[in-house]
């Protein structure tokens, strides 16, 4: 390693015999502590620091695009560095040293207090310095970025910056990795003359085969964390990596091996070999891994479309279960869009985020509770306690929710058909929070959200006339997906909603070129074996098929799944039958896929179909698949009045 001394530019500024000899002197001293005879090299070190010594240096904030001038360094401020330690006959001492810096490093908590400590230092080892500037980067950086630019303009970060940037050749490999990393963190400009003699020297020993697995991974993450990497080194990095068999890769290094072919394989198939060893290697390490590394494990197989790894992804969708009180908002959010894309439904998954997210909600990034209510909206999971602690938190919250995280948190109640015990005081906030913002929405989230309103009977009567006015259905059209049968669906429902349910409507109505015959049934399709069986049962009931009609479209935009036509004394009547017609029979045949998942509670789309057929006229006989061996057994009795036997299963379905 190298070490970084503070001394004073007082050596040098005389003359350039006296800067010579007081350079010898330090040589000299430096070399009690090194164990090396370099004061050749030394002196050119030093020479080089002072023609550039007024220079002014710059450095760019990526993230905030500000120009920093780097000012002539102080007097009292100047870092100097000399040699490689690696073969240190004092090695021990330094080592000790080491720690010593480490432990009060990782005891400091401000920027302020690191420039304090280390001016108070004679000598540094460039690991130290590196240190040092991670620490920096732990404290000053979060979310949003650099949380206070002018750090950058310290004269003790600009000396130590001026060192590695010019003695990157004199590094240890963990010096100048380390440095690395942090001065990337700190959204310096990779194009600034001190990144790019860090990232050519890296490089360069990467060429030369310098590097051990851990500074592999090292150059890994901070060339991932650039905004362009360069495939071509990464690819280089994959190559030494697998000449270190991959048998005996770290959890740590298959995780950055993942990371790296999401950048050079995207879908994999020029690694795809690679992959499938990778693969096989990681399930036999999954008891192993952290929070953090199944959670990147999984979101690189969700983009390396690893659709045939079904073993892996099942071993970590299970042993994400144990981790889940531990992930982070990021890693969370990972996990659950994994279990979306690979249709993973593990239920103890289910109840150990029925546990940690009631418990957590006040802390969770807005974000990351939507995706918790997307995942269980996809997956069909009416969870009550997560369902309740999303509207209490809704209600202290909305006004500092963004719109799409407004709609991503009400939807799933309306789509699972649920309200919760603060109905009124969470949809009344919705109400106020659409009033002030209703402008912000864009057109097709807005219509989502009051669409899944009115599936649970909170009707948007103050906000219809929006929706059926010209210019909205206009942007409606203008905005990706554009107006889609979908879109042209949900506007049919809302009207026929105010028209059934609130009569007292006297706005605009939705013009007849916008509405759709027929609702379309993306999962609201019979289920095949139950519809089989209660056709089965009917037609050995009525003896012949024309005396009930299948999945018949009504002039009212739904589907009736059987409908069964009856005369004034209770007889049924053919099918097509037009005259005489006294009553109607809808029979729903209700499989599983109508309800929540693990549930008896109907989809909001189901229920608001069998609410408007009633008020349609229609008599609703719902058929559940627990219920259709009983049924069948009662239509199996023959016996004359058919409607008493529709009557019994209509009160007793009721």
Known sequence: MALISRKSFQLFSSSTQASRSALMTLSKRLNLISGQQKPQNCSSVAMRMLCVKDKPQYTVCRKKHVQLQMKP???????????????????????????????????????KEIFYFLSSLEVMSDTVASRALQKISEVEVDDNGLKNPELLENEVFRALCFQFEFESSNLSNTGLLTALQALIKLCIDPQSTLMTSLLSESQERLGRGQLSAENLCALAESLLELESPSCATLEQIVSHMQERGIERWSPREIVMIYKILQVTAREGKQWQNLINRLNSVTLHTVSQLSPNFASEILNSLVVLHQTQAVPLVTAL?????????????????????????????????????????????????????????????????????????????????????????????????????????????????????????????QPHTLLNLLHSCALIQRYPINFLPKIFSPYFLQKLQ?????????????????????????????????????????????????????????????????????????????????????????????????????????RRIALCVDGQNRFCAHSHNLLGEEAIKQRHLQLLGYEVVQVKSKDSDLLLLWLRKQVNNYFAILKTVISINS
């Open 317 to 441: 969708c299970k042993h994400s279960v144990k981790h889940v009180p531990y992930f982070t908002d990021h890693e969370l959010v990972n996990v659950l869009e994994a279990f979306l894309y690979f249709g993973q439904n593990v239920q103890i998954f289910t109840k150990a985020l029925e546990r940690h997210v009631p418990k957590s909600i006040r802390t969770m990034h807005p974000q990351t509770v939507s995706k918790v209510m997307h995942y269980c909206c996809k997956k069909m999971i009416l969870s009550k306690p997560i369902f309740d602690a999303v509207a209490e938190i809704f209600i202290s919250s909305a006004d500092r929710l963004t719109t799409d995280q407004i709609a991503a948190y009400i939807i799933p109640f309306g789509t699972l058909n649920y309200l919760p015990p603060n109905a009124a005081s969470l949809f009344g906030k919705l109400e106020a929070v659409l009033h002030t913002r209703l402008r912000h929405f």
């Open 73 to 111: 360094l102080s007097v009292n401020e100047t870092v100097h560095l000399y040699g490689d330690t690696r073969n240190c006959t004092k090695s021990n001492n330094v080592w000790m040293d080491e720690q010593l810096c480490f432990k009060k490093l990782d005891s400091l908590c401000t920027s």
């Open 478 to 582: 203008a905005q990706t997906p554009g107006l889609k049968r979908v879109a042209m669906s949900q506007l049919t429902q809302l009207f026929l909603t105010v028209t059934l349910e609130c009569p007292f409507y006297e706005g605009p109505k939705l013009l007849s070129k916008y509405q759709v015959k027929a609702c379309p049934t993306p999962h609201n399709s019979p289920d095949v074996h139950l519809f089989k069986r209660v056709k089965t049962g009917l037609l050995y009931l009525l003896k012949k098929r024309i005396y009930f009609a299948s999945e018949v479209s009504t002039p009212y935009f739904y589907v009736v799944d059987i409908e069964i036509k009856l005369d004034e004394e209770g007889f049924v009547l053919p099918a097509a039958q037009l005259e005489e017609v006294h």
